[in-house]
């Protein structure tokens, strides 16, 4: 029996943070950081890809100078327009969420060498289609299986307890976001790559695509109190995000990172406006180590199993 049919049958794991009264300031530059907030940040993805794609600028460097800038924004934002108050990183876990964030990177890394490896560099340098054409392909594509292995990190028992590792934090902000099992990351980014250099997507699509993927992922998982409204639909945001974190299974859908239409097609689709979790985190906190205890973490995976996992929520 999963976690998700426990609950239905009405064992209920105390919850261990709940969120706390959200952030009551509402003079107008917050406003219009509220407002603005996003289109901004999809406004510096159009012309870093621009740019890059027009200068020919190197991906090595491209992507991680601008997802060191996604970030700093964000973070920014958080303190701006916070959500709650109550979910900044104090001392201590800012030092964890380095580490991890740190452990991440590497995840990301080795699953690039991996996918060259594998397929060797396949992907057309020069686009063989008009990049109208390749860059919603490529984000589509990649975009499923993202999803899909999102989805099977959550219901697969094996899988969970490599994925499990992202949702121990009982708070969601930009900072946690590189919590992650460098194994999950392997998995979940070389399927996807892999699946983008088979598809005989060119490197510029994947760049562009990738700029884009970064951002939605950091700004999905970031304290701010930005809501996007009918867009909602569209693409993936904080407000759904943070019932994918709730302990509610219920409403712990919505998979997807950057566009929302997989969670509607696949009936994961959980939001409405003024939806809002109670808590967030594990729904059985025992079942992992503490986001501090890094090494147990990593080595989760491989520990005997004394009692059933609390399997995907």
Known sequence: MNERERSADGENHSAAFSVGRKDGSDNSPARLLRVAGYPLLLLAVLL?????????????????????????????????????RTWHPDTKEWRWYGIWFLLTMAGSGLAQLLVAVAVGLISPVEPTHPLGVEIPGALLAGSLVSYLVHWMGHRNALLWRLHGVHHVPEKVNVANNGVNHVLDVVLAQGLVQLTLALLGFS????????????AQ???VHANVDVRIGPLNHLLASPEQHRLHHSTDLSEAGHYGSDLACWDHLFGS??????????????????????????????????????????CPE
């Open 48 to 84: 870093v890809a621009g740019a890059a794609l027009r200068l020919r600028w190197d991906p090595a460097w491209v992507s991680p100078l601008f997802l060191i800038g996604v970030i700093s924004y964000l973070a920014l934002l958080e303190r701006l327009i916070p959500y709650d």
């Open 203 to 214: 490197r510029p699509a994947v760049l562009v695509v990738g700029l884009f993927v970064a």
């Open 217 to 219: 992922g950091y700004f």
């Open 269 to 310: 689709f959980t939001w409405y406006p003024g939806r809002e979790p109670t808590a967030v985190g594990l729904h059985d906190p025992a079942s992992f180590p503490a986001t501090g205890e890094i090494l147990a973490a990593l080595l989760h995976p491989w520990r005997r199993r004394t009692a059933p996992d609390g």
